[in-house]
């Protein structure tokens, strides 16, 4: 009685561990591919802004032309107060900049001097005249005293009414005087350098920085970065968020007592400037929206487009394509060449030791390190083997499935040559009764009925050739390049794509939707891959088992 | 062609375009159930199947030694015995479907047709398509019934579409299966009854236009109604081919064969006429297996 007890609750325990251990892995494998699958959507649907309509319109030749001119004309509205606030402050603070711009109109005057064909005598007095007005305005703009700007500015002023100054580009000196007498009122002289960098850290987050892209893109007028990249402002609603947060906040490591280590702060942006400048914080935030206008965007042809920037910008096409182009040829190697030698294992070989030997080669093999296949594709193919047979030795698609196919062959030889020699004795026991010899046998009876289990390794082997990097490191794959004619060139692929993102540069951190993207993508057409492969599988089963 | 009734149509389809020589003609047209059953050894001329010492090796163990012995054309003949007495390596030894196993040595002459099938140019695809087999274990291929029993006559080389239906229906219908499956020529063969499959397999064997059927165990893995239409299958196609069936049930070798041979570790211990096998041993080891006193 007691047994019989002590049995059923080892049973219980039995299969609540067995499905305890299911519910586990199916939970892990959520917290695997739940974020990476909503991080890799994110490429195909998310909040564009007008920016990345424009960017579709002028790279892609995409979209209605009159909308989004009517949408540019609107938020370049709103844009305009932003650049306004920032060029009045930059008038106060920027003193490089206003002192490049003296010397500028003193040039000029100079020129328009001499094309006028002043005397020799007034030329002299003139150009000595300005000259002083330049290097008195230029003390002015690096001085930190305002009493000195005051007096130097006035002094500057008193020659306003020179005749020989009136009606000449001179005259942009008192102008500028003026301005720069008024803007330095309201600001504390003192902070001059580190308001000129810091309003220049504003710009760079803004319209854009030597290297980033900024929030709104580049201003009107501005002549276009030679990246196309910094030609456009945040296409992504995503993308425009951080830029904000990044305008309106910023970090710093501050000692809050002498002695204690440093602490990060995170304080507003706006506390850097003078009171005058502050306004445009708020404006912007508040205006973001209607100065991106983002919209829901279902961008499906990141699955087609060619990238531009190192995927800054664009699709994974090519390395859809070469991803599919490499399986495909791989498979024409691994399918028959796997199956003939499980045949030849199976049916003809004997059980000699050279049969053990090939046998623990075959299995050694399939635990060798992928690299060292690509190492291996590297030497042999592309140095040795293309050469001898009189092609170019360099990295191609057909040598890069070669590798793949080397890489793949032991998991599609030991699946076949299990599913050959699990086909019943009695199958071929029967059709050579009825005369067939063993070639016919094979191919008529045996290889039909082993066909679910041949089906297995040709699911095993896809998903492994479509997901390797490391065998077409040195074999085939590029990071970029045109898009391959013939099986002699090289490809993109959606997994050295995303070795090369990730190991590249920054770019990846700012552009994860487009990694991920490819990521997903790639665990997609794998599964897209697997799942034809099984369907034909069940239907080949079905058909085996008469149902 | 003439109406002909069921069980006919095998006869006179399968067997007209098949040169007989004449010495078999003699014996269609004596009526076997009044042939004195000839003593072993007699009547070389007759036998299809004569075996003179043979001998069959597996490395150096013998699985039969010494058999000497004729099967004669349209009946039946039994072979009985204990386990791993040899029966069945002696019936794959006829259609050499012992060359699988390997290291097998074969000694004697074992004739087939005049031919020793144990020769160098002996052409195993002829031999083993006048020679069909029937096995143990109903095995039809994971195919359509009909491509189960096109098998053989498009190893021979029949293409055309129109013959092939035509041995098909002969061959299903001389396995007496030809009703039960004529609806679903293209279901699969595994999705039938293991008796179906056992007469499908017949038919698969009958298709090939044999001369010989050898049945290895056909019943063993079937119940007894699926086994009594074999046994009636059998005795309406002993009237065109010559069978040779092991089993291991003496009430079924009594049944349907007019001789029997009772082989004992791997020696033919006594070959007769089924009826003096069984009611008259001149072996006491015969008479001791036959009465269950041992085996």
């Known amino acids: 009685m007691r047994n019989l007890h002590v049995r059923g609750q080892l049973d219980r325990v039995f299969t609540a561990t067995t499905a305890l251990s299911i519910v586990l892995l199916t939970l892990v494998l959520v917290a695997i591919l739940g974020p990476m699958v909503y991080r890799g959507s994110s490429a195909v649907f998310f909040q564009g802004t007008v920016e990345f309509r424009k960017m579709q319109k002028n790279l892609f030749g995409r979209g209605n032309e009159q909308a989004l001119n009517a949408e540019v004309a609107e938020t370049d509205q709103l844009r305009r107060q932003v650049y306004q606030m920032i060029d009045g402050f930059k008038k106060g603070v920027d003193v490089e900049a ?450 | 062609m003439p109406e002909e009734k069921k069980e006919d149509m095998p006869t006179s389809v399968l067997r007209d375009d098949r040169k007989k020589p004449n010495v078999r003609t003699t014996i269609v047209t004596i009526d076997r159930k009044e042939t004195p059953a000839q003593p072993v050894g007699d009547g070389c001329e007759a036998a299809i199947i004569r075996s003179e010492n043979f001998s069959l090796y597996y490395g150096s163990k013998a699985g039969v030694k010494n058999i000497t012995m004729d099967i004669y054309p349209y009946s039946v003949t039994a072979i009985i015995g204990p386990s791993g007495c040899g029966k069945s390596t002696f019936l794959r030894s006829i259609n050499r479907m012992n060359d699988l196993i390997p290291h097998v040595r074969a000694e004697g002459r074992l004739l087939v047709d005049g031919h020793d099938v144990y020769e160098k140019r002996t052409n195993l695809v002829h031999l083993r398509q006048q020679v069909g087999m029937v096995f143990q274990k109903p095995n039809p291929f994971p195919k359509s019934i009909f491509d189960n029993v096109a098998y053989g006559p498009s190893l021979q080389g029949v293409r055309n579409k129109g013959e092939l239906q035509n041995v098909v229906e002969q061959s299903l219908r001389a396995a007496a299966l030809w009703e039960e499956v004529k609806n679903d020529l293209k279901k699969s063969a595994l999705a039938l009854s293991g008796g179906q499959q056992q007469r499908l397999c017949i038919a698969r064997a009958l298709a090939t236009k044999p001369r010989v059927l050898l049945m290895d165990e056909p019943c063993s893995a079937l119940d007894p109604i699926a086994t009594g239409r074999i046994e009636d299958l059998m005795g309406q196609l002993q009237r065109t081919y010559t069978i040779v069936i092991v089993t291991h049930n003496m009430q079924q070798a009594a049944r349907v064969s007019e001789r029997a041979a009772f082989f004992c570790l791997g020696e033919l211990i006594e070959y007769d006429e089924t009826a003096r096998i069984f009611s008259n041993p001149a072996q006491k080891a015969t008479e001791d297996y036959v009465t269950g006193r041992f085996g």
């Open chain 1, 98 to 547: 206003l002192s490049e711009q003296v010397r500028e109109i003193y040039r000029q005057f100079g020129q328009e001097l001499r094309d006028k064909n002043v005397p020799t005598g007034q030329y002299t007095k003139l150009r000595e005249l300005t000259r002083r007005i330049r290097d008195k305005l230029e003390t002015a703009f690096h001085s930190q005293d305002i009493n000195e700007i005051k007096r130097a500015v006035a002094e500057v002023l008193k020659e306003a009414d020179n005749p020989h100054l009136k009606g000449t580009s001179a005259e942009k000196f008192f102008a500028l005087a003026r301005q720069f007498l008024q803007a330095a009122g309201q600001i504390d002289l003192s902070k001059h350098q580190e308001y000129a960098a810091a309003v220049q850290e504003v710009e760079g987050i803004l319209f854009h920085s030597d290297s980033l892209p900024g929030l709104l893109g580049p201003r009107p007028g501005e002549p276009p970065a030679p990246l196309t990249m910094l030609r456009y402002g945040a296409t992504r609603w995503d993308q425009a968020q951080v830029l904000l947060d990044r305008f309106l906040w910023v970090d710093q490591w501050v000692q809050e007592k002498p002695g204690e280590p440093l602490v990060l702060k995170r304080r507003p942006r706006a506390e850097l400037f003078p009171e005058s400048l502050r306004p445009l914080f708020a404006y912007v935030e508040q205006n973001a929206d209607k100065m991106l206008h983002p919209r829901r965007t279902i961008y499906w042809q990141f699955l087609i487009d060619d990238n531009i920037n190192s995927h800054y910008f664009g699709g994974i096409g090519p390395e859809i394509l070469g991803t599919m182009l490499i399986t495909v040829v791989g498979m024409l190697f691994v399918i028959p060449l796997g199956i003939i030698s499980a045949a030849y294992l199976v049916e003809c070989a004997s059980d000699g030791w050279t049969m053990r030997i090939i046998r623990m080669g075959i299995n050694t093999l399939a635990g060798v390190p992928s690299i060292v296949f690509g190492l291996f594709g590297l030497a042999f193919f592309v140095l040795f083997l293309f050469p001898a047979l009189g092609f170019e030795p360099k990295p191609c698609i057909l040598a890069a499935s070669m590798t793949l196919a080397v890489l793949t062959l032991p998991v599609m030889i030991r699946a076949s040559e299990e599913a050959i020699r699990s086909v019943p004795a009695s199958y071929k026991e029967g059709s050579l009764a009825l005369g067939a010899s063993r070639f016919h046998t094979f191919v008529a009876v045996t290889f039909p009925a082993a066909l679910p289990g041949i089906l297995t390794g040709v699911i095993l082997s896809l998903s492994r050739i479509a997901g390797e990097t490391a065998p077409i490191l040195f074999t085939g794959a590029v990071s970029l390049g045109a898009v391959p004619h013939s099986v002699f060139d090289p490809t993109r692929t959606l997994s050295y794509g995303s070795y090369d993102m990730a190991v590249g540069d920054r770019l990846a951190m700012m552009v994860p939707h487009n990694q991920y993207g490819m990521v997903v993508t790639l665990v997609l057409l794998i599964l897209i891959l697997n799942g034809a492969a099984i369907v034909l599988r069940t239907r080949v089963f079905k058909k085996l088992r008469g149902h």
